[in-house]
Nanobody, 124 residues
Framework: QVQLVESGGGLVQAGGSLRLSCAASGRTFSTYAMGWFRQAPGKEREFVAAITWRGGHTFYADSVKGRFTISGDNALNTVYLQMSSLKPEDTASYYC?????????????????WGQGTQVTVSS
């Protein structure tokens, strides 16, 4: 069990930037990777980015590559998502997730713990 709390969401104009944070608590010793997913109304939850907790390897969805950066501070048990050049289509609830087992990082069912989500709204 890992508790995840996201913060940093809000309203931003197109082209602007926003940084999301996710603080983890509980049993984080066995964490393999942390990921960010997002879900817009009427759409499936989709992969955004992930980072392996030990090696620091990062992975991105094609839709955000070059605009978003995922990073983590292992000592603080915190993962970040720096979002730049935001577009209206980035509007969604953003969720932080923790994965314990080694394996694929792009699928929701691979993750063991989830945060409550934080809303990001990008105006045109």
């Amino acid at each position: 069990q890992v508790q995840l709390v996201e913060s940093g969401g809000g309203l931003v104009q197109a082209g602007g930037s926003l940084r999301l944070s996710c603080a983890a608590s509980g049993r984080t010793f066995s964490t393999y990777a942390m990921g960010w997913f997002r879900q817009a109304p009427g759409k499936e939850r989709e992969f955004v980015a992930a980072i392996t907790w030990r090696g620091g390897h990062t992975f991105y969805a094609d839709s955000v590559k070059g605009r978003f950066t995922i990073s983590g501070d292992n000592a603080l048990n915190t993962v970040y998502l720096q979002m730049s050049s935001l577009k209206p289509e980035d509007t969604a609830s953003y969720y932080c997730a923790e994965k314990r087992a080694y394996g694929a990082l792009r699928y929701t069912w691979e993750y063991d713990s989830w945060g409550q989500g934080t809303q990001v709204t990008v105006s045109s």
